[in-house]
């Protein structure tokens, strides 16, 4: 059994996944061999291959939890009657987290495509929300007004971790107001 609370064993979990990150930077996924994990890591193969059987695991490990942790974040916030503070609380947690975010978004395969998760868990946090919230509504129009708050908000969150600073949330709600009413106008 492993011991996960062994500070040498954080230590290397840690290393091993700041190598995959860093790695990523410069490496398409698919490009990536475990050597070159190992030699960012500073680790042997026999400690990499004693925690994952591969990268693909290593980043399936990586994305599960953040997928978990935003699936807990986007509860959270359909849970919370008003966005703003909710944003000004939660948003700093997550840009903290903005490197490896944007780095386990270029990860897309059959099985590990965090950024179409994270799209998923939203749209149907927003029909679970627009069921309760308007249930004469119809489920095309659910499904539709679900898909485009997703789509939104993905590309919200993405623009907000590729700064290089932190935006604000004020003045991003204030920007969004203005592209609507410009979007009237057209």
Known sequence: ?????????IKTHRAIRNALIDVLQHKPFKDIAVQDILD???????????YYSGKSSLAAAMIAEIREQYAQGVAERFATEHLGPFLNET????????????????VETK????????????????????E????????????????????LAMANTR????????????????????????????
């Open 1 to 9: 059994m492993t011991d996960y609370t062994d500070p040498r064993i």
């Open 40 to 50: 960012a890591a500073l680790v042997n193969r026999s400690t990499f291959y004693k």
């Open 91 to 106: 948003m700093p947690q997550l840009y903290q987290h903005r490197r490896e975010v944007l780095a386990l978004w270029q």
């Open 111 to 130: 099985r590990l495509h965090l950024y179409r998760d994270m799209q998923e868990i939203l749209q149907n946090a927003f029909v679970r929300h627009a």
């Open 132 to 151: 309760t919230r308007r249930p004469e509504q119809s489920p095309e129009a659910r499904r539709y007004q679900a898909a485009m708050y997703a789509a």
């Open 159 to 186: 623009y907000w971790l590729e700064q290089e600073k932190q935006p604000e949330v004020d003045e991003t709600f204030g920007l969004l107001r203005e592209l609507f009413e410009l979007m009237q106008l057209v």
